[in-house]
């Protein structure tokens, strides 16, 4: 047995990646750690998108004892540097030359007042519909381009007793879907100007009102399933062929090819209805706190193997990503992710690259968390009106901090 170098320490990371999936890309990152001969203490938490995951770390930093690192993202990242407790990590990302690797909107995100202090994983796009080919095939149908068509291939697919939409009780899920359908029916400049800049006639329209309705009328074609139930098993479904359809990000992936199907032929990625100019994105990173001297090294040692051009390779084959450097070669990934990674460029270069609030991207976290009260109850409470629940996301759109 080798033995471990004298800079041995302990990495401990907060993160929910927790589905078979996830895990396994997961895996690739705890291997590379211990070869180096550090320790990994895993802190995981089960609850996809963050929210109990988010709570756990703010008891961890406020009681002075943050983990090495966690799996926060976009604003989040602002936040926490902002208040101090993130690490500096502008010496090995020059020495790695991360500005020269990594697109902007990336560095962007993982730098506050020009340091990094995160490294960034992936890329996910959220902005897909999946759909399993032999239940398109049987009700001898296209991909759906819009929510139209989608509306029709849904009723269709209900008649031959397949459920149109794979669902769960994750309510992260409803603005998922909601901030899917605002691009899809009102496009990229309405999401920014609504969401991003918060803009009181954007949200009180017509396409406002438009959209809330769209949103409301997929729930009749979701399928049964009760609050437990998480997108996981609702991605099993689609893949079983139990639901036909899913709107999620491509982490869904991860699932597809763990169950041995391929994406691109068992089941199709196509962009979200009505929305194939535009791309929602969702970096992951790990933040890096600040931690004790006898860690540092290992710290050091975690970021440079996230940044790792194998690395990034083999986790975004096995996420369902694309890799944030841009120096890795797409030929061994599959189709999907090699559309991801030509509309994630024209995007870039259209303008249309926009921020998923859901997954931590773009917004404050506390002005995400008014939104989404906002989106849970229009969603749950039959009773609700389209004006009402816009009536509601004026207010909070009027409380939220100003826009940077
Ligand atoms: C994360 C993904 C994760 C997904 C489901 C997203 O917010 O960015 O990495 O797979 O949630 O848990």
Same mark, same amino acid.
């Given at each position: 047995m080798l033995a471990a170098p004298c800079h041995a320490g302990e990495v401990e990371v907060l993160h929910f990646w927790t589905s078979g999936g996830e895990a396994g890309a997961l895996a690739q990152l705890k291997t590379s750690i211990r070869s180096?001969?550090?320790?990994?203490?895993?802190?995981?938490?089960? !609850?996809?998108?963050?929210?109990?995951?988010?709570?756990?770390?703010?008891?961890?930093?406020?009681?002075? *004892?943050?983990? &090495?690192?966690?799996?926060? %993202?976009?604003?989040?990242?602002?936040?926490?540097?902002?208040?101090?407790?993130?690490?500096?990590?502008?010496?090995?990302?020059?020495?790695?030359?991360?500005?020269?690797?990594?697109?902007?909107?990336?560095?962007?995100?993982? %730098?506050?007042?020009?340091?990094?202090?995160?490294?960034?994983?992936?890329?996910?796009?959220?902005?897909?519909?999946?759909? *399993?080919?032999?239940?398109?095939?049987?009700? *001898?149908? %296209?991909?759906? &381009? &819009?929510?139209?068509?989608?509306?029709?291939?849904?009723?269709?697919?209900?008649?031959?007793?397949?459920?149109?939409?794979?669902?769960?009780?994750?309510?992260?899920?409803?603005?998922?879907?909601?901030?899917?359908?605002?691009?899809?029916?009102?496009?990229? !400049?309405?999401?920014?100007?609504?969401?991003?800049q918060r803009d009181p006639a954007a949200l009180d329209s017509a396409q406002m009102e438009q959209v809330l309705l769209t949103f409301k009328r997929i729930k009749q074609y979701t399928e049964p399933h009760n609050k437990n139930r998480d997108w996981v098993a609702a991605t099993a479904s689609l893949i079983k062929g139990d639901a036909g359809m899913q709107l999620m990000g491509d982490w869904a992936k991860s699932e597809i090819t763990a169950a041995g199907k391929v994406p691109g032929v068992d089941i199709l990625c196509t962009a979200a209805p009505g929305s194939s100019g535009a791309f929602t994105f969702d970096i992951d990173s790990l933040a890096l706190f600040k931690v004790s001297a006898a860690n540092q090294a290992a710290q050091q040692d975690l970021a440079k193997a996230v940044m790792g051009k194998d690395f990034q390779q083999a986790f975004n084959l096995a996420k369902g990503s694309i890799p944030v450097r841009? !120096?890795?070669?797409?030929?061994?990934?599959?189709?999907?992710?090699?559309?991801?990674?030509? !509309?994630?460029?024209?995007?870039?270069?259209?303008?249309?690259?926009?921020?998923?609030?859901?997954?931590?991207?773009?917004?404050?976290?506390?002005? &995400?968390?008014?939104?989404?009260?906002?989106?849970?109850?229009?969603?749950?409470?039959?009773?609700?009106?389209?004006?009402?629940?816009?009536?509601?996301?004026? %207010?909070?759109?009027?409380?939220?901090?100003?826009?940077?």
């Open positions: 180096k001969g550090h320790a990994w203490k895993d802190f995981a938490v089960a !609850d996809g998108g963050g929210g109990l995951a988010m709570t756990l770390l703010s008891s961890r930093v406020m009681s002075g *004892n943050p983990p &090495t690192a966690a799996q926060i %993202k976009g604003a989040s990242i602002q936040e926490w540097a902002n208040a101090g407790k993130l690490a500096n990590i502008d010496a090995l990302a020059r020495a790695e030359q991360w500005d020269a690797l990594l697109p902007k909107i990336v560095i962007d995100t993982m %730098k506050f007042n020009g340091h990094y202090v995160a490294a960034p994983l992936n890329v996910h796009r959220v902005n897909w519909l999946w759909v *399993n080919a032999a239940a398109l095939k049987k009700v *001898n149908a %296209k991909l759906p &381009t &819009t929510w139209e068509e989608f509306f029709t291939v849904a009723a269709a697919m209900r008649k031959v007793g397949i459920a149109p939409l794979a669902y769960s009780g994750q309510s992260w899920l409803d603005l998922g879907t909601f901030e899917t359908v605002v691009i899809g029916i009102a496009g990229a !400049d309405f999401y920014r100007r609504a969401f991003m841009q !120096d890795v070669k797409m030929d061994r990934f599959d189709e999907c992710a090699r559309q991801s990674s030509k !509309d994630f460029a024209a995007s870039a270069k259209r303008g249309t690259l926009l921020p998923s609030f859901t997954h931590g991207m773009g917004l404050p976290y506390a002005t &995400t968390l008014a939104i989404w009260d906002v989106i849970r109850q229009y969603w749950n409470q039959d009773s609700m009106s389209a004006k009402e629940a816009m009536r509601r996301l004026a %207010k909070v759109a009027a409380q939220a901090p100003a826009p940077r």
